[in-house]
């Protein structure tokens, strides 16, 4: 009886020091107990709706154009169903969505037309990046959901064990300033199973992040909650042929990092050889250097937040002198993730979210701001957001942009203005 009594206490505390953590971490980046707190905007400070940007998860802000570039999923309904970053598999709903380009200066976003690109396109994370033999264009990777066609084609007794999702990235071309875009080709690659987020170094290399090992079921959902399932990675793709017709030809994978929970979105950080790479449910963002020689990425700064940190990125302050640098990192993410089980199927459904801004003080430490909150009224989840500065006046020294706001389920991408 003894002996049974101490082995049953030796396994309540086991579980209680397995479980806290969890809990402990949950309580506050699931936000079970979070109030949103709608930010106040004045006067002329937004929100600026940006109309035809129906569920665009990414959003890139190409400086020298001066140009938003996004992917969407253009229709309202079809993500609730098919969106295998949500874990969502019924693969007839899957969509077309297009690339947009949204001028800062006009608040507009206009669908860029496909030349040569027919099908499906589930759009998740995007990279944009110039073309080095043409200061007119950019070369664009997207992410593409698409169903499996072994698993489409299969009787529901035969999809056992076939994978439901045979995701890939499409890689784009465009003149800045045309209104179309040209498929380049094809990458699929079986390191890439569940793609997120995307940085280019080159149009022949890229990275990219596998945010699960999982697809579905349990194990999918302790990679969701246990901080000790490290098993997404980071895959390190080099393309030597550009023109291959076959996705899978022409082309080299490794992988380039592994070991982070849940790694999600990824962005260019601070210089040519930096990379920012975050984990949505562990509420963090990693510094890490990326090595031309291997193509591995290591680790050197972690950036704590108290919410989902979703795809990051760099803002350069164009206006910084030695004592005033606005330069620093923006990540958006959903502020009561421990819901979206269930509201990530619901049409109507509410989704509150936080926009993180974070820049180094002169100690080296990093100082996080708060720069935009909302409960789902103005716009439904945040994954994606960028600051697009805007020129200071009157020589009051205050630092403003306006942040561009994007979510995997918002119906409107919003641009509101912040201070820094
Ligand atoms: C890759 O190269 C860098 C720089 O030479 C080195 O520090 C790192 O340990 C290498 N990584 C691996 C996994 O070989």
Same mark, same amino acid.
């Given at each position: ?36 707190? $709608? ?7 937004? $929100? ?18 001066? !140009? ?15 969106? $295998? ?159 291959? %017709?076959?996705?899978?030809?022409? !082309? ?7 070991? !982070?929970?849940? +790694? ?29 020689? +291997? ?97 200071? %006046? ?27």
């Amino acid at each position: 009886m003894a002996l049974l009594g101490s082995a049953f206490l030796g396994l309540i505390t086991l579980l209680v020091a397995l479980l806290a953590p969890t809990v402990i971490h949950y309580s506050k980046i699931g936000g079970p107990f979070l109030t949103p707190k $709608p930010t106040v905007l004045g006067e002329g400070q937004g $929100p600026i709706v940006i109309e035809d940007t129906v569920h665009c998860e990414d959003v890139h802000h190409y400086r020298p154009a001066n !140009l938003l570039f996004t992917a969407c999923e253009d229709e309202i309904t079809t993500r609730f169903d098919w969106f $295998p970053g949500l874990g969502h598999l019924e693969p007839h709903a899957a969509g077309r969505g297009s690339i947009h380009v949204v001028d800062p200066k006009t608040m507009k976003s206009s669908r860029l037309i496909f030349e040569n690109f027919e099908g499906q396109f589930v759009t998740h994370g995007i990279d944009v990046i110039a073309d080095p033999k043409n200061a007119a264009a950019v070369y664009i990777f997207a992410v593409n959901h698409l169903p499996n066609p072994a698993f489409v084609q299969a009787s529901e007794k035969e999809r056992e064990g076939i994978e439901s999702a045979r995701s890939q990235i499409e890689l784009f071309h465009h003149v800045l300033h045309s209104k179309t875009v040209q498929h380049v080709r094809s990458i699929r690659h079986s390191l890439v199973y569940t793609p997120n987020d995307i940085s280019a170094v080159s149009p022949e290399e890229f990275y990219v992040t596998n945010d699960h090992y999982y697809r579905d079921g349990l194990l999918r959902l302790i990679e969701d909650i246990w901080p000790f399932a490290k098993w997404s990675n980071i895959i390190n793709v080099r393309i030597s042929d550009m023109k291959a %017709k076959d996705a899978t030809a022409g !082309l080299d994978a490794s992988v380039a990092h592994s070991g !982070l929970w849940n +790694n999600n979105g990824l962005g260019a950080g601070r210089s040519d050889d930096e990379i920012v790479i975050s984990s949505a449910v562990g509420g963090e963002l990693y510094l890490g250097q990326l090595h031309a020689v +291997n193509h591995t990425i290591s680790i050197h700064t972690t950036i704590p937040f108290d919410t989902v940190t979703d795809n990051p990125s760099y803002y350069t302050d164009p206006y910084r002198s030695e004592s005033d640098d606005a330069s620093g990192f923006v990540v958006a993410g959903v502020s009561q993730g421990i819901y979206l089980g269930q509201t990530g199927h619901d049409i109507n459904g509410k989704d509150p979210l936080q926009v993180w801004y974070t820049r180094q003080t002169s100690s080296g430490t990093w100082e996080n701001k708060l720069l935009f909150e909302d409960d789902s009224s103005r716009i439904r989840t945040a994954s994606a957001a960028v600051l697009v500065p805007i020129e200071p %006046k009157g020589g009051n020294g205050r630092k403003q942009a306006w942040l561009f706001v994007t979510g995997f389920l918002s119906e409107s991408m919003v641009a509101v203005q912040v201070d820094l």
